[in-house]
């Protein structure tokens, strides 16, 4: 089981960013002791929350865009 600390370590994020996510509900954890107790994340929570996070590779490739339209009113 992992800290909120170490959960933003293995996401590159913040302690806080961690704590926002839990609140909101996206990243399953478990409160360990008595009162407020503790925050543990498994890796497997870890893990289900970056799948959930996951973005797919575009079907079209940069080649297949349109061209930007130039502005001539602009002077650069």
Known sequence: MNTVRATAEKLGVSEKTVRG?????????????LGRGVI????????????????????????DRQPRQRLKHLKL
């Open 21 to 33: 996510l839990i609140q909101a509900g996206r990243i399953e954890h478990h409160r360990v002791g």
């Open 40 to 63: 543990r994340i498994t890796d497997q929570a870890i893990s289900d929350y970056l799948q959930s996070t996951r973005v797919g590779l575009s079907e079209s490739s940069a080649s």
